[in-house]
């Protein structure tokens, strides 16, 4: 089984900042592709970053300038640095990774189970 652990979520006061990690487990052969997505209570779910093996990344525009997507491969790790935080930040923060798990099987998505960030004073 291949699972996906957030941490870092908490309340924070506008202009505070916060360091989502997340970390992949269980039968993995290779990754490719990570980011974070977030979900806040009655909008859809938009992707907010994400980073290729090559260390190409892309933010959707509201966290440009503001968020920084970083990733360990050999770790199975992804970050998200958040700075300059907003209220309309706040949401539950899910990681996604592209794995495979043997050399053999198709890349499939994985995430997290999400971890709660609020902006509020």
């Known amino acids: 089984q291949v699972q996906l652990v957030e941490s870092g979520g908490g309340l924070v006061q506008p202009g505070g900042s916060l360091l989502l990690s997340c970390t992949a487990s269980?039968?993995?052969?290779?990754?490719?592709?990570m980011g974070w997505y977030r979900q806040a209570p009655g909008k859809q779910r938009e992707v907010v970053a994400g980073?290729?093996?090559?260390?190409?990344?892309n933010y959707v525009d509201s966290v440009k300038g503001r968020f920084t997507i970083s990733s360990d491969n050999a770790k199975k790790e992804v970050y998200l640095q958040m700075n300059s935080l907003k209220p309309e930040d706040t949401a539950v923060y899910y990681c996604?990774?592209?794995?495979?798990?043997?050399?053999?099987?198709?890349?499939?998505?994985?995430w997290g189970q999400g971890t709660q960030v609020t902006v509020s004073s």
């Open positions: 996604y990774m592209y794995i495979k798990k043997t050399s053999g099987s198709p890349w499939a998505n994985y």
């Open positions: 980073i290729i093996s090559n260390g190409r990344t």
């Open positions: 269980g039968s993995i052969f290779s990754v490719n592709g």
